[in-house]
């Protein structure tokens, strides 16, 4: 126990390295909060002192330990994917504890903490409102300390990723490439959840949900993509059926090469080169949900600003919304 790290990293280490440049290997941080930008050293970043010891579950430092472990299994997977440019070698062993890692990744950051600390001041509020007690006369529930939320947050990592990581390995993973002269953001939240798809009055991006994508940057070229399975399937009946059409005759005007090139690059396993736009969602999805701070490989922070001057809520605004208050 004695050689377990005090500094604890929510974002590995040896992912925040492919972003670090230099002589002196630095990685250059926006934070969002104070609305500045500056060099750092890895080591310095994505960490807090004994994030990971819970003294009211009693796993005092071995989740650290076994973060550690993870860390080390999948490092020399995400390096194999950069050196090589693909993801059409990795053995069914490695995509699995890729998917893990990310599963896990998605729940060890402060973005966990945050949200249930806000769900249940939201919670116990409306009880309140509703001329109740949320400690008394709601079973189950009551007003968490910092420490029952750090202590919450750190018994969901302990035992959710195995619940979630089938959901990580039935999507169709790509990987996407950033257009020349541009680079991938990354933050202390790098995990994103998207979804074209809304669901009326209810939240779409649960992981299992239809039309879910996932992205995770592992380098300043390279992020990559859990796309629905379904929505994968549905893509490839529509080339296809497209291409048939074609062939006879009878298909519709309309340019589809940029979903030929993307099923195209799910059959080969090949990097999927994404145009500058989507470049701008991802880094801007990287800074809206970041808890508060964002990675970089250079120092051009551009569009973090303009975001910031354009809406300078994003900067505090809460994880969990209010849906009573919307309607």
């Avoid at 995400?78 to 890729?98: F, P, V």
């Avoid at 991938?184 to 074209?196: L, R």
């Amino acid at each position: 126990m004695g050689n377990v790290p005090k500094k604890q990293h929510y974002v590995p280490q040896f992912l925040l390295k492919n972003w670090s440049q230099g002589n002196k290997k630095r990685i250059f941080v926006f934070d969002k909060k104070s609305n500045k930008s500056f060099p750092s050293s890895v080591k310095n970043i994505a960490h807090e002192n004994n994030f990971y010891e819970d003294e009211i579950l009693g796993y005092e430092n071995n989740t650290e330990i076994k973060l550690s472990g993870l860390e080390g299994d999948a490092a020399p997977i995400i390096s194999k994917i950069l050196s090589e440019g693909t993801i059409k070698n990795l053995t069914e062993s490695e995509h699995k504890l890729l998917c893990l890692f990310s599963s896990v990744q998605l729940l060890r950051t402060n973005n966990t903490r945050e949200f249930l600390e806000e769900f249940n001041e939201i919670l116990s509020e409306k009880i309140q409102d509703w001329g109740g007690d949320p400690n008394t006369q709601v079973e189950n529930l009551f007003n968490m300390s910092k420490e029952e939320v750090k202590s919450s947050s750190i018994g969901m990592l302990n035992t959710l990723p195995t619940e979630l990581v089938g959901n990580f390995i039935d999507k169709e993973l790509s990987l996407l490439k950033a257009p020349p002269n541009s680079s991938f953001y990354i933050s202390d939240h790098p995990i994103i959840k998207h979804n074209h798809f809304p669901r009326e009055h209810r939240g779409n991006l649960g992981i299992g949900l239809y039309g879910i994508e996932i992205y995770f940057p592992i380098s300043p070229q390279y992020c990559l993509s859990f796309l629905c399975s379904d929505v994968a399937t549905e893509l490839k009946q529509s080339v296809m059926n497209h291409q048939a059409a074609k062939m006879l005759g009878i298909a519709k005007q309309q340019d589809i090469s940029e979903a030929e090139t993307m099923v195209q690059c799910f059959k080969n396993k090949t990097p999927f080169n994404v145009s500058p736009s989507h470049m701008d969602f991802s880094n801007s999805s990287q800074v809206i949900n970041s808890t508060r701070f964002v990675y970089s490989a250079n120092s051009d922070f551009s569009l973090a600003f303009d975001m910031l001057k354009t809406n300078p809520e994003i900067a505090t605004q809460p994880k969990v919304v209010d849906g009573s208050k919307v309607f």
